[in-house]
């Protein structure tokens, strides 16, 4: 099985390599259990991004699967190594929104897709883990938000605030009140070093 996934990843035409806006970027839905698999699909992913151009690897990750409540978890592993292994905020933000919202409305599964976006972030997977960040700031959810707290320390809250300008993201007044609370969080830590 892995190695038609490996088939599939490499599934990047020829226009890709040249920058083409219609090359294609497969990526199988089909990514086993064994981590140690998991593990070479994300070095694989790494190797073929770096050639596809990002509007094709965008194309592939929306034709990626279902309707959320028909999810499977292969095809969530699949998904996740968009969030995790992309190194385009528009591309690892898209993923990491649509594995948060894989649940259907269930609440017990919207819970653990949460759990193990954060947990992305506290070992620090993603390759661009401010985008993870945004996705989950974006959720608008005021617990969720608490829990992201502790995440700050990794980033600037200026990074984080070009990623959200550089996806076209609104801020509603909470969003920016959490950024502009972080602000002030740093200022104040600059000032205490000088």
């Known amino acids: 099985m892995f190695a038609r996934v490996i088939d599939d990843l490499t599934a990047v035409s020829s226009d890709g390599i040249h920058g083409s806006e219609r090359a294609l970027f497969a990526v199988s839905a089909e990514v086993g259990e064994d981590p140690a698999e998991f593990r070479r699909a994300l070095i694989r992913y790494w190797t073929l991004a770096a050639t596809a151009p990002v509007a094709a690897r965008l194309r592939s990750l929306h034709r990626l699967g279902p309707a959320a409540r028909d999810w499977r978890r292969d095809e ?4 996740a190594l ?3 292994a992309d190194v385009d905020a528009r ?7 649509r594995y948060l919202h894989a649940s ?3 609440r017990e599964e919207a819970a653990r897709r949460v759990a193990e976006v954060l947990d992305w972030l506290a070992r620090h997977l993603a390759a661009r883990p401010e985008a993870v ?10 617990e969720l938000n608490q829990r992201l707290l502790g995440y700050r320390q990794r980033m600037t809250s200026a990074r984080l605030r ?7 993201s609104d801020l509603d ?7 502009r ?4 969080l740093e200022l104040t830590a600059i000032s205490a070093s000088e």
């Open 76 to 79: 969530l592993r699949a998904l």
């Open 133 to 142: 960040f945004a996705a989950l700031l974006l959720e608008r959810d005021p």
């Open 181 to 184: 609370e972080w602000r002030a």
């Open 104 to 106: 259907d409305g269930d």
């Open 173 to 179: 007044e909470s969003t920016d009140g959490f950024l």
């Open 162 to 168: 070009e990623v959200l300008a550089s996806l076209g």
């Open 82 to 84: 968009f969030a995790l």
């Open 91 to 97: 591309v690892v933000y898209a993923a990491s929104r």
